[in-house]
């Protein structure tokens, strides 16, 4: 699965950098009206997402995630493979609308290997199988910024198909699914949607970290469609793509570094506990991106949130390992992605509209203050409904 997601996530990002750059291709607009497509198209796979993603989950839960996980793979693949025959923004809007169908193979995956994995690991183990999509995240838009560079925008497209196709073939002959042993009543009966909206309503910390997966996306996702454009703002149009790539892959070298570390931490002290750091410290290093005057100054903050952002996720699912019972897990994990999608959906287009109206810095200051504000919501949450006495004791455990 660590190959699996490897293969996705570098796939996916090596289109990322240059989606505003192959809008500009396909026609003579605007600074404007690219960077307003660039918002739209770049969310709006994120709307089919929304919808679909509980429904995978819950069809996973009842009848195993392995072949949801090859439908995944084989329907973004052949998205991805069209995208390099576009001719018009519309073809390409419309695309990336179909593609959100079966976006979701990374959260799959998570809930796969997380329903296979006992509690007091699944940090570690979850934050080990981050790494992979973290390397992804981390090559994927360098190659990507280089191949675009010497082949084109569309032929780079239809390459990068490829080793889409090539995660769901190693799904398919790769990946066993256990069956578990099931003792708890709790995880084997089987629960309606209302059962699981209901126990999520019900668990006020659970509740806000899944609202926490819409809040941070919206922040992290606010930059990401036109952050070649402010590369060129501060750098200039120089080797675009190369740059473009570099600052994208930055960021996923810091989550390297420290993502199974950060697991190990939440499974030891408490996975609220470090996702609340997490996001102060992600808030912290966004602010200063505004005031940047040269790309070697972007690229240390992109590394620093890198190393924040690199821990949310393992840490936001191993929490949903603990709280929620292993029957009801992948729909419950559906809905975080949902949420994560929805994040997806608003960011981009924030991002879009905050550019255009107020000029690129205010992206800086609206996301540095919604992730402060997510981890005092969180922390407030913590204290009121887990916390023993009453206080943030971090080192308690």
């Known amino acids: ?214 809040l941070v996306q919206v922040a992290h996702f606010s930059i990401q469609p036109i952050l070649s454009l402010y590369v060129i703002e501060i750098n200039g149009p120089e080797n675009i793509a190369f740059y473009s790539g570099l600052t994208f892959s930055v960021a996923g070298l810091g989550s390297l570094f420290l993502a199974r570390y950060w697991g190990k931490l939440g499974d030891k002290y408490g996975h609220t506990k470090i996702l609340i750091s997490l996001l102060l410290l992600a808030g912290i290093a966004y602010f200063p991106g505004a005031f940047v005057t040269n790309i070697y100054q972007l690229i240390f903050l992109r590394f620093i949130l890198g190393i924040a952002i690199g821990g949310i996720v393992p840490t936001r699912i191993a929490y949903i390992r603990l709280e929620a019972p292993l029957s009801m897990q992948g729909e419950v994990l559906g809905y975080n992605t949902s949420l994560r999608f929805l994040g997806n959906m608003i960011g981009p287009a924030l991002g879009g509209l905050l550019a255009a109206s107020y000029g690129m810095a205010s992206i800086f200051f609206v996301t540095s203050s919604l992730l402060i504000m997510t981890g005092i919501l969180m922390l407030i949450t913590w204290v009121k409904h887990e916390s023993e006495d009453g206080s943030f004791a971090f080192f308690k455990h």
């Not at 090539?166 to 256990?178: P, W």
């Open 1 to 214: 699965m660590w190959f699996a997601n490897f293969f996705i996530a570098s796939s996916m990002t090596m289109i990322l950098p240059f989606i505003s750059l192959y809008i500009e291709s396909l026609g003579n607009f605007t600074e404007s009206y690219v960077q307003t497509w660039s918002g739209l198209i770049f969310g709006v796979t994120f709307v089919t997402a929304f919808i679909f993603s509980p429904i995978w989950g819950k069809i996973g839960d009842k009848y195993g995630r392995k072949n949801i996980l090859i439908i995944s793979a084989t329907g973004l693949g052949l998205s991805v493979l069209l995208m390099g025959f576009a001719t018009s923004i519309f073809q390409l809007f419309m695309l990336r609308f179909f593609m959100g169908i079966f976006t979701g193979f990374i959260p799959m995956s998570q809930a796969f290997i997380s329903t296979q994995t006992p509690k007091k690991t699944a940090g570690k183990v979850l934050g080990t199988l981050q790494t992979a999509s973290v390397t992804g995240t981390l090559m994927g838009p360098l190659f990507g910024g280089v191949i675009a560079d010497n082949i084109g925008y569309g032929a780079t497209f239809q390459l990068v198909s490829i080793s889409i196709f090539l995660s769901a073939f190693i799904v398919k002959f790769g990946i066993k699914e256990l069956q578990l042993k099931i003792s708890d009543v709790k995880d084997r009966r089987s629960y309606s949607s209302k059962e699981v909206i209901q126990h999520i309503i019900g668990h006020p910390v659970l509740l806000i970290v899944m609202l926490t997966s819409t």
